[in-house]
């Protein structure tokens, strides 16, 4: 994704594309997975805590962002897809590796659906599988 989708996405979500949003957003790209907060400190360098995590909040307020609880060391997040700037429909399953401790996307895997007893209104779903990535898995043999 070049910079200008990057901004034409932000745009799309109704946020403005300043230098340190752009950048926020395009370290979350390159990952290539979910990243904590201490993993997006050290790729960027450049943007304290405080200015990450204020981007962060925006950008989950706008559907920008997905959190992810890894059930491992806290929260992860990855810049989101979707179409729609009210909700996500780039949901999908996410594997933690237990051993590296990394979270992937599984993007071709859909999340499935949950039918909820009467009453309930659901709003998030958080599928994640745990267990060994194949680079761990190669090391354990």
């Not at 300043?18 to 997006?40: C, D, F, K, Q, W």
């Not at 700037?85 to 237990?98: E, G, L, M, N, R």
């Not at 709003?123 to 680079?135: Q, T």
Request: include cysteine; hydrophobic fraction near 35%.
């Amino acid at each position: 994704m070049s910079r200008t989708d990057i901004i034409d996405l932000m745009m799309h979500h109704g946020v403005k594309p300043t230098a340190n949003r752009i950048l926020i957003a395009a370290t979350l790209l390159s990952g290539g997975r979910p990243m904590s907060m201490a993993e997006l400190e050290d790729a960027i360098g450049t943007i304290d805590k405080s200015g990450i995590s204020r981007t962060l909040a925006l950008f989950r307020e706008q559907h920008l962002v997905h959190t992810i609880q890894d059930g491992g060391d806290g929260v992860r997040y990855e810049l989101c897809h979707s179409h729609s700037d009210s909700h996500d429909d780039d949901a999908h399953v996410h594997f933690y590796c237990t051993r590296c401790r990394k979270t992937f996307c599984l993007e071709d895997i859909a999340i499935p659906t949950v039918a909820l007893p009467a009453g309930y209104e659901g709003d998030n779903v958080n599928y994640m599988v745990s267990g060994i990535c194949p680079e761990c898995r190669k090391h354990c043999n």
